[in-house]
């Protein structure tokens, strides 16, 4: 059972009608609970752009949601970071305290709008705050400003304080936090050329996806739940629940270790994908993929 409950679509619907009835029925307990990751209606409401929502269950259920995180740290004002109304409502219900949280990776909410492209609305929370804010705004700009500076590889998407990426003498390392994101190279591998990358797993995690993403894999800035492999356009093998992604799952009968390392392969003029383990081609990887570019420039080195 997933724990949604009739509360949680409620908020994620924005119904005020509906959670007014479900709290005078079932009183604050239902609107309160919280699904996996410690997120509550609250953060739903906020998630999906609903102010009237939020604010009745801020104000009429329980005022300590306002200052709620989710396990990861989000807070509810980066929930509604794309949303004007929410945003307004929260940073002046919350002030200085609320607009001040940041997540595991350093990131306010000012980060996240500036991130984003909603400059305006960031300046605008962060005028409210004073020095404070203003300080704020300015760090905020610098280290949002070092994002698109980067390296060899960068956040495609996700929030790129979820995570880590730390160049080094000859190899890079790259540390994901508890949130689902895609790392892309900024190098192409065009049509009619090959390329090859490595991925050593230090830690294993539940839900890897490494491959390739051609160019029409769009970037997304912020939260994705689809990533290497989950459309037409990218291709990727999860060694974790033993899967190859492509428009769907196949399965993969490799199980990858910690200490394992990923030999990813891309031949555009043969058009295949080639997987190696520890650098044995052997089935079940070898070539894993006919990869069909239709219109698209060439692939990205690519992993989730």
């Known amino acids: 059972h997933s724990g949604v409950s009739c509360a949680h679509k409620a908020a994620v619907n924005g119904h005020v009608g509906a959670l007014r009835v479900l709290h005078e029925a079932c009183g604050k307990e239902l609107l309160t609970k919280e699904l996996k990751g410690g997120v509550s209606c609250a953060h739903l409401a906020a998630r999906n752009g609903h ?32 949303n004007r109304d929410v945003v307004v409502y929260l940073a002046n219900e919350g002030g200085w305290d609320l607009v001040k949280i940041a997540d595991a990776g350093g990131w306010t909410a000012v980060h996240r709008m500036l991130y984003c492209g909603n400059e305006e609305l960031a300046r605008e929370v962060a005028s409210a705050c004073g020095e404070e804010g203003a300080s704020l705004l300015e ?29 080094g003498q000859g190899a890079t390392s790259v540390t994901f936090g508890d949130q689902f994101c895609t790392v892309r190279s900024r190098a192409l591998c065009p049509r009619g050329r090959k390329a090859y990358y490595e991925l050593e797993i230090v830690k294993t995690d539940r839900a890897p996806q490494f491959g390739f993403a051609s160019s029409g894999f769009e970037a997304v800035k912020g939260p994705s739940d689809d990533g290497v492999g989950d459309d037409s356009v990218s291709w990727g093998v999860d060694g974790s ?44 990887n070898g070539a894993v993929f006919d990869m069909d570019l239709g219109e698209c420039e060439g692939v990205y080195a690519a992993f989730t």
């Open 139 to 167: 760090t905020a700009q610098k280290e949002t400003s070092r994002v698109a500076e980067g390296g060899s590889l960068f956040v495609h998407r996700g929030w790129p304080s979820a995570v880590r990426i730390d160049p």
């Open 51 to 82: 102010a009237d929502a939020l604010r009745f269950l801020i104000e009429s259920v329980d005022r300590s949601l306002l200052m709620s995180l989710c396990e990861n740290g989000t807070s509810l004002l980066m929930e509604g970071g794309f």
């Open 241 to 284: 629940r033993k899967v190859k992604w492509h428009s769907g799952d196949a399965e993969y009968g490799c199980e990858w270790q910690e200490g394992d390392v990923i030999g990813l392969a891309c031949d555009l003029v043969g058009g295949k994908m080639h997987v190696s383990v520890n650098g044995d081609f052997s089935a079940p």
